[in-house]
C-alpha cells in the first residue's frame, strides 16, 4: 500500500544538506507542475480580464457543471445558510473561530517607534491591506474551516473589505456548499460569490461588474488556483503557492503505530496526490504501521482515494539511520505539516527550521490544527516552508516606515547623506538635502545649495554635477 525508502548506511546526517542526486530523487515529493498548469490557466485568466462576469459564468458552467446567473450571492442564502446549521456543528466553528481569533489578536503587535538620533524618529506602521479575496475550495470537500482560517486573521488584521468565493455546487442550486455559506454568515461576511477555479482568482483580481478588484488574494486551492495565482502576481498580491497536502510524522519506536497510522490516512483523504511520509529509524515501528494502514485503511470512508494517495510516489516510509539523520532530513523536506512523535518531541522540535507548521508529541494530531488549535491550516507546501510561512494576521498587515526628522536632526546627519549620494554618482540626492541648509552651502561655495535661495525660490544657478556640499562643511555647522 505504501513503498519503503531506506536511506540506512547511505549518508550521514551532515551531509543530508547536499543530498546525492541519487538519493535526493528517493525522497517522496509530489509532482505538482504549476509552470504546465499556467499553460491552461492564462487564456481563462486573460478572457475574464476582458469579458468580465460572462467569462466567469461560461468557465462555472463549463467546469462546475452549473450555470449562474448572478455569482453574487443572495443575503437570504446566507441568512437561510446559518439558520439551518446543525447546532453541533455551529457550537464546534464557534469554538474554531475563538481560538483562532485568540491566537490572531496574539500575533497582531504594534506600530514600532525608533529614535536613530536627537530629534529623528523612524516609527514602522502596521496597516491593513484595504481589500481582500479569500477562496475557500469546494472540490472534493467542502471546507468551511478555511472560511474560519482565512476570515478571522483578516478580520484581527482590520481588513475594512472582504470577499469570499466558492466554487458553484450543482446539488445546491449553483450556489456554494450550505456550510461554507453558513460560516460566512457566522463570520459577518455578506460579500459571497459563487465561483470557484482560476476564473474566480481572475475575478477577485481584475475586478468585474459588481465587484471591485481586491489587493490580496489568500487561500488553498487545487492547482488551477495555484496556477492562476502565480500568474496574476503583481497585479494582486498572494499569500502563497497552496498546492496538495502533505504530512511527515518523524517518529522513534515509542510512538504509537495506531496513532500514526490514523495520521498519515487524515491528510491522504484530501486528494490522490497528497503526501503522507514517515520517517524513522525503528523498523519495528515501520511494519507496525504498514500493517494498521491495511486495518484502517479499509475501515475509512475515502478508501479508494487515501489508498491512491498511499500508494503514490509522493508517499513512503523512510527508514534512517537515527533520529538525528531523520530530523535534519524532514527539515531538508519542509513539509506542510511536520509531526515529531517522538520520546525527545519538544527538544527535537526546536532544531527544525522548516515546516508550515510543527505538531509536537502523540497528541497534537495535524488534525486538531486543521479545526480547532487555534492554528492558521492555510500553509506552505511542495517544499516552500523553507522560504515562506502560512497565513496569519501578518498576512493582511503591510509595513510603512513614517520618517520625521527635525531641522537639526538632519543637519546632523545631512553630511553622511551627500557622501553616500556622491559614491553612487546621484548628486541630486545629496542636494536634495544641502538646499535646507543654504547659508551653510554658500559659505562653502556649493553652487548646488546655494542655487536654491534662503526663501526656498530657485536661483538661476544650475547645479553642477557632483557639486554638493561637502560633508565636512556640514557637521562643522
Known amino acids: 500500500m505504501i513503498r519503503r525508502v531506506d536511506l540506512r548506511g547511505r549518508v550521514a546526517a551532515g551531509e543530508l544538506n547536499d543530498l ?52 453574487r450571492v443572495p443575503a437570504a442564502a446566507l441568512k437561510t445558510a446559518l439558520e439551518e446549521l446543525d447546532p453541533t456543528v455551529r457550537g464546534a466553528f464557534e469554538e474554531s473561530i475563538r ?40 472540490g472534493r470537500a467542502p471546507l468551511a474551516s478555511s472560511v474560519v482560517m482565512n476570515v478571522v486573521p483578516a478580520q484581527v488584521a482590520g481588513v475594512p473589505s472582504l470577499a469570499v468565493a ?42 468585474f461588474d459588481g465587484c471591485r478588484k481586491v489587493n490580496l488574494i489568500t487561500g488553498p486551492g487545487n492547482i488551477y488556483v495555484v496556477a492562476a495565482k502565480r500568474f496574476l502576481l503583481g497585479q494582486v498580491g498572494i499569500d502563497s503557492e497552496a498546492g496538495p497536502t502533505e504530512i511527515a510524522v518523524l517518529a522513534d519506536g515509542t510512538a504509537d503505530p495506531v496513532h500514526v497510522a490514523a495520521d498519515l490516512i487524515s491528510q491522504a483523504e484530501h486528494d490522490p496526490m497528497a503526501a503522507s511520509v514517515l520517517v524513522t529509524p525503528s523498523e519495528s515501528l515501520a511494519a507496525a504501521v504498514e500493517a494498521e494502514l491495511l486495518i484502517q485503511v479499509a475501515k475509512t470512508k475515502h478508501s479508494e482515494r487515501v489508498t491512491e494517495a498511499l500508494g503514490g510516489q509522493q508517499s513512503a516510509i523512510v527508514l534512517v539511520d537515527d533520529l538525528d539523520q531523520g530530523t535534519v532530513l524532514v527539515d531538508a523536506y519542509a513539509a506542510e505539516h511536520l509531526e515529531i512523535q517522538t520520546e525527545d518531541a519538544e527538544e527535537r522540535a ?27 491550516h492555510v500553509l506552505p507546501t511542495a517544499g516552500c516552508a523553507c522560504h515562506s510561512s502560512g497565513l496569519s494576521v501578518r498576512s493582511f498587515l503591510k509595513a510603512m516606515h513614517v520618517v520625521n526628522y ?72
Open 20 to 71: 546525492p542526486a541519487e538519493v535526493h530523487a528517493l525522497v517522496p515529493r509530489a509532482v505538482f507542475d504549476v509552470e504546465k498548469a499556467l499553460d491552461v490557466v492564462r487564456p481563462i485568466c486573460l478572457d475574464v480580464r476582458h469579458r468580465g462576469l460572462e467569462a466567469i459564468r461560461e468557465y462555472g458552467e463549463k467546469f462546475d457543471q452549473v450555470r449562474v446567473d448572478d455569482v
Open 99 to 138: 481560538r483562532v481569533r485568540e491566537v490572531s489578536q496574539d500575533e497582531l503587535g504594534g506600530d514600532v517607534a525608533s529614535e536613530p538620533a536627537p530629534g529623528g524618529r523612524v516609527t514602522q506602521r502596521l496597516v491593513p491591506v484595504q481589500r481582500v479575496g479569500l477562496y475557500v475550495p469546494g
Open 166 to 207: 466558492s466554487p458553484p455546487q450543482k446539488e445546491f442550486g449553483g450556489l456554494p456548499h450550505p456550510t461554507v455559506l453558513a460560516v460566512c454568515a457566522m463570520l459577518g461576511i455578506d460579500e459571497v460569490y459563487a465561483m470557484g477555479g482560476a476564473q474566480a482568482i481572475a475575478g477577485f483580481a481584475y475586478g
Open 350 to 376: 526546536a532544531l527544525i527550521n522548516n515546516a508550515g507548521a510543527i505538531f509536537v508529541g502523540g497528541w497534537s494530531p495535524v488534525s486538531l490544527g486543521d479545526y480547532c488549535a487555534g492554528s492558521n
Open 406 to 477: 527635525t531641522r537639526d536632526a538632519l543637519r546632523e546627519v545631512a553630511g553622511h547623506v551627500v557622501a553616500l549620494a556622491n559614491a553612487e554618482d546621484l548628486p541630486a540626492h545629496g542636494a536634495a538635502v544641502s538646499a535646507r541648509f543654504p547659508e551653510t552651502a554658500a559659505a562653502s561655495g556649493d553652487t548646488a545649495a546655494a542655487s536654491v535661495t534662503t526663501d526656498g525660490t530657485a536661483a538661476e544657478t544650475a547645479p553642477a554635477s557632483g557639486t554638493a556640499v561637502s560633508a565636512r562643511s556640514l557637521e562643522d555647522s
